[in-house]
C-alpha cells in the first residue's frame, strides 16, 4: 500500500498570510493526487485533482503542484472561511489512501 | 445537480450486521464509479469500497475484505454497503463519493452528508 504522510499536522496562520500544506507519498504515483478541505461535521469537498488541477468552483486562492512523490496544497491569502481541515489522496492504485490531515487554525 | 443521500446507519452489536444506503440523483447513475469513505470518530478519513461504472469491478480496503459488500441497484440508482461481522473499530461516519469524472475512479467529488455507525454491545 502507499503511504500519504502530510506535514505539518497542525498549522496556525493569520488572515491575508501565504500557507503551504505538503504530503509525501512513500511511492511515486505521478500526479495522481488530491486534496480535500473538510470543516467539522461536514463532509470533505474536493479542491485539487491531478496534483494541480482546480476543481469547479473553487477559489483560485488554492492551488497544488508537485509529481512523483512529493506534493505542495497552497493557499495564496489565507481567508477565514479557510479554517478546516485538509487531506491529500493518491489515485495511483488501489487501496486509495489519505494523508492523516492537516489542520488550519486562523490566528 | 448531483445528490447523495445515505441511510442505514444506526447501533449494531458486534458481529452483527448492517447494510448503509445511497441515494443518488443528477447524474447518470451507471457513467460513474462509486465509493464509501468512513472516517472514526475524531479521526482521518479511510477508503473503504469502490465500484466501478460499468459495475464490472469492485475494490476493497484489507481492513473490510471478506466483510463488506459493495453493489448498486441501477433501477432505484442507489448504492449499497452490506457489512458483516461488524467489529468495535468499524464505528465511524460513512460517506458515500460520486467519481468526478466518468470512466474513472480516482476522484471523489461530491461526498455524501454521511450515516454514523456505531458497533457497541
Known amino acids: 500500500d502507499i503511504q500519504m504522510t502530510q506535514s505539518p499536522s497542525s498549522v496556525s496562520a493569520s488572515v491575508g498570510d501565504r500557507v503551504t500544506i505538503s504530503c509525501r507519498a512513500s511511492?511515486?504515483?505521478?500526479?495522481?493526487l488530491a486534496w480535500y478541505q473538510q470543516k467539522p461535521g461536514k463532509a470533505p469537498k474536493l479542491l485539487i485533482y491531478a496534483a494541480s488541477s482546480l476543481q469547479s468552483g473553487v477559489p483560485s486562492r488554492f492551488s497544488g503542484s508537485g509529481s512523483g512523490t512529493d506534493f505542495t496544497l497552497t493557499i495564496s491569502s489565507l481567508q477565514p472561511e479557510d479554517s478546516a481541515t485538509y487531506y491529500c489522496?493518491?489515485?495511483?492504485?488501489?487501496?486509495?489512501?489519505f494523508g492523516q490531515g492537516t489542520k488550519l487554525e486562523i490566528k | 445537480e448531483v445528490q447523495l443521500l445515505e441511510s442505514g446507519g444506526g447501533l449494531v452489536q458486534p458481529g452483527g450486521s448492517l447494510r448503509l444506503s445511497c441515494a443518488a440523483s443528477?447524474?447518470?447513475?451507471?457513467?460513474?464509479?462509486m465509493s464509501w469513505v468512513r472516517q472514526a470518530p475524531g479521526k482521518g478519513l479511510e477508503w473503504v469500497s469502490s465500484l466501478t461504472g460499468s459495475g464490472d469491478n469492485t475494490y476493497y480496503a484489507d481492513s473490510v475484505k471478506g466483510r463488506f459488500t459493495i453493489s448498486r441497484d441501477t433501477s432505484v440508482n442507489t448504492l449499497y454497503l452490506q457489512m458483516n461481522s461488524l467489529r468495535a473499530e468499524d464505528t465511524a461516519v460513512y460517506y458515500c463519493?460520486?467519481?468526478?469524472?466518468?470512466?474513472?475512479?480516482?476522484?471523489?467529488?461530491?461526498w455524501g452528508q454521511g450515516t454514523l455507525v456505531t458497533v457497541s454491545s
Open positions: 463519493a460520486k467519481d468526478l469524472y466518468s470512466s474513472s475512479t480516482n476522484w471523489f467529488d461530491p
Open positions: 511511492q511515486g504515483i505521478a500526479s495522481w
Open positions: 489522496q493518491q489515485a495511483s492504485s488501489f487501496p486509495r489512501t
Open positions: 443528477g447524474f447518470t447513475f451507471t457513467n460513474y464509479a
